[in-house]
């Protein structure tokens, strides 16, 4: 795992600068408020996807995408292009499968321009990236729903700890995550007081979890996933439910969460379920992944709660641009509180 203790380089007399696009959505507000507080960043630029074509890449060191996929799939290669930096938010360059028109058409539901560009991108999916120390860096900024999700699953298919064939995630998630698109289905007389299922077995962070359980955890899995909107504005809470392997008891759950995250400060982990733990309000606001799990016979019982636009989002990106730059992982960040 990644030492959160790097060395610093010394930007004493000279801010990192950096350009927002997309900056009006839920996530690039986050965004521009983090870069605001860090340290080490001046925000030079901001614009929106209409505008962004103004944009001289070469005015800036970093250039972040707070852009939908199709926006972020045409402006990363003008920018990398230029030698600087992307740190993108959307999944346009997430997905390095077999075949990645078929992928991005199936789940994006859109052509992909840069194939070679997806091939070249690093996952900075926190602290489990390793960032290649190469300029520029294209960062594909992983899915919130993916975040809450491989948090709480990596540890597991890393230790071999639990059968693949019998995984089950079932996310909630506020409805700032679907973003600010004036729709139906998220007005707010329509979600008040439901739980609704959505996209169920198909939502376009499902291609990312198979991927990177397979890249980073090892292991090939298809499980059940089911994502839904609940009555509140921002947080993830992802069950993950499966049969621990054979002679695996909560103590080695518990072994493997301390081994991968002992080190790395924006984790929490409990081996009781408690209110605490699984409460949104203790976890939004802040850049903290909370995971708790509890063992019944061989029945793993695991929930990892986010906030959607800071962990699941915009501190994320804060920490690769952190990691980019040699700066301890929680820079720009140990402002942060819960709501409550």
Known sequence: MNNYALPMHNYSQSKIQVAVVGGSGYSGQELQRLLNKHPHVEVKGLFNSQTASQMIPTDYQVVFLATPA????????????HGVSVIDLSGA??????????????????????????????????????????????????????TAVLMGLL??????????????????????????????????????????????????????????????????????????LIPTRRGIIAGIYAKLNHGKQLSDVLHAFHDYYGNYPLVKVSSEITRDMVSLKKVVGTAETHISFSVIGEKLYLFSCIDNLLKGAASQAIENFNLIHHFPVTTGLEHLEAIV
């Open 70 to 81: 199709e926006v972020s799939s045409t402006l990363a290669p003008k920018i990398i292009e």
């Open 93 to 146: 360059y997430r997905l390095n499968t077999d075949d990645i028109q078929k992928t991005y058409e199936e789940f994006y539901a859109m052509a992909h321009p840069s194939e070679l560009l997806v091939k070249e991108a690093q996952y900075g999916l926190v602290p489990w990236t390793k960032l290649q120390a190469k300029a520029p860096v294209l960062v594909a900024n992983p899915g919130c729903y993916a």
């Open 155 to 228: 540890p597991l298919l890393s230790d071999n700890l639990i059968h693949s064939d019998t995984i089950v995630f079932d996310a909630k998630s506020g409805t700032t995550g679907a973003g600010k698109k004036a729709v139906e289905s998220q007005l707010f007389s329509e979600v008040d007081g439901e739980c609704l299922p959505y996209k169920v077995g198909v939502h376009q962070h499902l291609p990312e979890i198979k991927l990177f359980s397979q890249i980073i955890g090892d292991y090939n899995i298809d499980p059940f996933f089911t994502t839904s």
